[in-house]
């Protein structure tokens, strides 16, 4: 969204976050820093948790837990609007989304880098969770019997926004929302992320 | 320094650069077992390009600090 100053813009961008998260989380946003041309990071601090950005919750109607980590870069960049106004809009530069177990250990991993040493710059899945598998070859081929490693494979994705991860946590992982309104919010902030 | 609680309460949520600063650091020194100031030398030589960082879990965890890399540089 774009915005006349780095602050509104950040601002915004910030409430957001805020916005998507508060639908299963208790927790408050920062952002690091509204300087433009500068990378910038989200930081949340979930209620009675001393480490940013993990927070816990309750899943499967409250039987289970599940942590999110998340890691997310931002910049602030110069935009140009159509009636020929100078305006600014934050855009992502990384968004990582891990989904760990009660106990920290790691079950999918949501990544996109779209600048960086990665070669892959499009969104990716990981598995970890998956360990090895040996992948079925004709006898014979030198694979045969090697093993491979699904977190370590970049499955490509679409574009995952971190609405997608809070109504995956609601959908598949049973999480109650804390807002009856989750669904018209996350659909808010998708429609925000993609102006 | 103001903490990150009293900040909340206050309704900021722009770090100021010194508590940005502060929580790259603790994070650093949980993850990496070093200062953020030598995480952020050490990243800035080049010391973990040639490491496959996100074959393993130990490495995704410097990939995540060096996600906060933003924090430590937010006083320069």
């Known amino acids: ?195 | 320094m103001l903490t990150v609680e009293e900040l909340a309460r206050t309704g900021h949520r722009i770090l100021p650069p010194e508590v940005a600063v502060a929580i790259f650091d603790q994070e650093a020194r949980r993850i990496a077992v070093m200062s953020g100031e030598e995480f952020l030398a050490k990243w800035d030589a080049g010391d973990y390009c040639d490491e496959h960082l996100d074959a393993t879990p130990e490495g995704r965890n410097i990939i995540h600090l060096a996600l906060l890399i933003p924090l430590g540089r937010e006083r320069a």
């Open chain 1, 1 to 195: 969204m774009a915005a006349s100053a780095p602050e509104e813009a950040v601002d915004a961008f910030i409430a957001r976050v805020q916005a998507a998260l508060d639908g299963v989380f208790l927790l408050t946003v920062f952002g690091s820093g509204n300087r433009v041309a500068r990378s910038h990071t989200v930081v949340f601090y979930q209620v009675g948790q001393s480490q940013p950005n993990i927070a816990r919750l309750r899943t499967h109607g409250g039987v289970g837990e599940l942590l999110l980590e998340l890691a997310y870069i931002y910049a602030v960049v110069p935009s140009y609007h159509a009636a020929g106004r100078h305006t600014v809009k934050v855009e992502p530069s990384h968004c990582q989304y891990k989904i760990l177990d009660f106990d920290g250990n790691e079950i999918v991993i949501y990544d996109w880098a779209p600048c960086g040493p990665s070669p892959v710059r499009t969104p990716q899945l990981h598995v970890p969770a998956a360990g090895s598998i040996v992948l079925g070859q004709r006898a014979g081929s030198p694979l045969a019997q090697q093993r491979t490693l699904l977190g370590s494979l970049h499955l490509p994705t679409g574009t995952i926004v971190l609405e997608d991860i809070v109504e995956l946590f609601i959908r598949e992982f049973q999480v109650v929302p804390r807002r009856s309104d989750w669904d018209a919010v996350l659909a808010a902030g998708r429609a925000a992320s993609a102006d």
